[in-house]
Every structure is written in structure tokens, then in C-alpha cells.
């Protein structure tokens, strides 16, 4: 199958504002969602304390940035999403939240220039298994290493696939198990379908293997459950 382009992307998260806005259906899809949001922003909490500068790519409604204020008040926060609906409600939930400066970026994260050492924690919320190829992978991880300040971490939480063909045939039934669990077949067929359309995971060693290579000093696997993990680095 063809995969979705960036415009196709773009427009199904446009019109999807609602559902990622609310931590109770936004995250449905996604197994041990509460856990993985929990445990990346207390472990980014630990690394930095101090942070100051948050940047969340793939924001959506903003659910990331909204757990790490939780916990890191007045944080300034720059928010990069594909889909100007997902910033402008993430942008009105955030503000509320921080007294400190919150700005939207519109683009792909392939495209976007950051600025180098600039950010104390970068979440990837759910986004990462949009990147195509090689050469995808290695730009982003290349670029959100140089935009961490010293000491800044990378905390990611994403659908990965294994290496081996066999246990990835059978997460994938355990994951559909799941979906049935949640909303039945039709439900997930649709989250199958939007897999086999829009995404391209890649193995969570293959992840962290590259990461090592950009430079961080430090990786962890923070969880993993099935074909979803918590995992991250730090500068």
C-alpha cells in the first residue's frame, strides 16, 4: 500500500481536534497510554528539574505538555504539530496552565529549523512512526539532539514493531485483541487501516541504537507493553 502523504495526515488530524484534546478518548488507541504519559514526564521531572524550555513535536491537543506542566510549572512551550487546529487548541489549553511563553510552530518536524542546545526536555508524543525511511530517522534524531541543552532529555512514547516477523505477527494479534476489548471489530479495523496507511515504526533497538549514535549519552527504556513503548535519552 501506498502511504499517506503529509497533506493526507494533516487534514484526518485536522478534522480529529476533539478526540486528542481529552485524555480520556485521546489516548484510547494506545495501550498503557496513562502509564507511558506518567512515566515520561516524572522521569523527564527528575532529569531536569530546573527545565525552563519545553518543545513537544507532534503536540496535537497538547496532553504531553499539559502532564509535564503538572509537574514543572511555567515552563515556556514550544508546540510543533502538522495541523494548525491541533496548535490553536493546544496553544488555548497551555496558556492557561504556564505563565511562562507558549509558541506554535505549523510544520513537519523534518522541516522545521530548531535552534541548537535550546530546549531542556523534547517530548515525541506518538509522532515518531509517521518518519519514512532511514534518512528520516536519522535527520530528527540528528536535529532534536542538537536542539537539547546540556543535560536536556528526549522522552518519547510510540507504536514500535520488533525485528523478528514472527512476535511482530503475534503483537499484532495481541494488539487487535485489545482494540476489540475497547470498541469492538470495527474499531479495530480502523486502527489497523490507519497503520497500514500513515505509519512506518521502527524497532525500539533500532531507536535507541541510533540515538547512541547522534550522541546521547544516556538511553533508558522506561516502558513496554506489546508493540508500545516509553523509552529516551539524555545530552
Known sequence: ??????????????NDVERFSNLE?????TIDATISLEVLTEA????????????????????????MLSKLSNLNCTLIDLSKPMLDKAFARISKETDGDVKIIQGDIRDVVLQNDSYDIILAGAVLHHLRDDADWELVFAKLFEALSKGGCLMISDLVR????????YFREKYGDYLVNVGGQD????????IE???????????????????????????????FSAYGGIK
Not at 474499531?187 to 490507519?194: N, V
Open 1 to 14: 500500500m501506498t502511504k499517506a502523504t503529509i497533506t493526507e495526515i494533516r487534514e484526518r488530524f485536522d
Open 44 to 67: 523527564a521531572k527528575r532529569i531536569n528539574p530546573k527545565a525552563t524550555n519545553l518543545l513537544d513535536i507532534g503536540c496535537g491537543g497538547g496532553n504531553y505538555s499539559l502532564k
Open 197 to 227: 496507511k500513515e505509519d512506518t515504526p521502527r524497532p525500539l533497538f533500532y531507536q535507541l541504537d541510533l540515538m547512541r549514535r547522534v550522541g546521547f549519552r544516556s538511553i533508558e527504556i522506561l516502558h513496554k507493553n506489546i508493540c
Open 162 to 169: 520488533e525485528d523478528s516477523e514472527v512476535l511482530n505477527d
Open 25 to 29: 478518548t485521546g489516548q484510547v488507541s
Open 187 to 194: 474499531y479495530k479495523s480502523k486502527i489497523f487501516d490507519y
